[in-house]
C-alpha cells in the first residue's frame, strides 16, 4: 500500500463532531444485529455466519472469516460481555487520536474488514461481495452499488486493498460531511 495515501497522519486530530458521532452511530447500528441496543459477540458471530453462507465457504477461509469476527469483538469488548453505543464511542475515541494512529495499527484493522468481505480471497471485493457485505449488516444490499462506486475510484468494477482502505481511513478519520466515504457502512443515521 502507498505510505502516502495510507498515512493517518495526513489526517487532523478528530474533534469528534457530531457529523462524526452519527458516522459512528451507524456503524453501530449495522454491527448491531440483534437490534437490542448492545453489541455482544453474538453480533460478531452473525455476522461471520452470514459472510460465510453467502460466500459459500468452508475449511481454512470459514474458521479465518469466524477468527477475523470474533477478534474485532475482543477488541471491541474490551472482556465485557456487552457494549453500549456510549460504551463503542468512548472506545473509539480513546484510540482515534491515539494508539489508531500508530504504525501498522489502521491497516490491520482495515485489512481485516477487507479479508472478510473478500469472501474468495482473491485480492480484490467484486461488487457481488461488497452486496453481501451490506446484507450482512443489515443494510438492503440495493444501495450498495453507490457506495461500491465511490470507493472504486479507478473505476475498474472492483476495489483493490488501497481503494478499501483509503476509504475506510477516511471513515474513520474524516470528519467532512462531503467525503464520499461518509456512507461506508451504509446510509448515515440522521437521527
Not at 4 to 23: A, I, N
Not at 82 to 108: C, H, W, Y
Not at 115 to 132: F, M, W, Y
Not at 167 to 179: I, K, L, N, R
Request: proline share 4%; hydrophobic share 30%.
Amino acid at each position: 500500500m502507498d505510505p502516502q495515501v495510507m498515512d493517518p497522519h495526513k489526517y487532523p486530530e478528530v474533534t469528534f463532531s457530531d457529523f462524526w458521532v452519527k458516522k459512528y452511530k451507524t456503524c453501530f447500528d449495522h454491527i448491531n444485529t440483534s437490534g437490542d441496543g448492545f453489541l455482544k459477540r453474538g453480533d460478531f458471530q452473525e455476522h461471520a455466519k452470514k459472510m460465510i453462507a453467502l460466500g459459500c465457504l468452508s475449511g481454512e477461509r470459514a474458521e479465518k472469516i469466524q477468527q477475523l469476527r470474533l477478534h474485532s469483538w475482543e477488541v471491541i469488548s474490551h472482556g465485557q460481555d456487552k457494549v453500549t453505543f456510549d460504551e463503542f464511542l468512548a472506545s473509539m475515541k480513546d484510540g482515534i487520536n491515539g494508539s489508531f494512529r500508530e504504525p501498522g495499527v489502521q491497516d490491520k484493522h482495515s485489512l481485516s474488514w477487507f479479508e472478510c468481505i473478500d469472501s474468495d480471497g482473491d485480492g480484490i471485493i467484486s461488487q457481488a461481495e461488497h452486496e453481501a457485505f451490506f446484507e450482512c449488516i443489515g443494510i438492503d444490499k440495493s444501495l450498495s452499488p453507490a457506495v461500491f462506486e465511490k470507493i472504486d475510484t479507478n473505476h475498474d468494477h472492483k476495489i483493490s486493498r488501497e481503494e478499501f482502505c483509503q476509504a475506510f481511513m477516511d471513515f474513520t478519520f474524516g470528519e467532512d460531511p462531503t467525503s464520499p466515504y461518509k456512507d461506508f457502512f451504509g446510509p448515515m443515521d440522521t437521527s
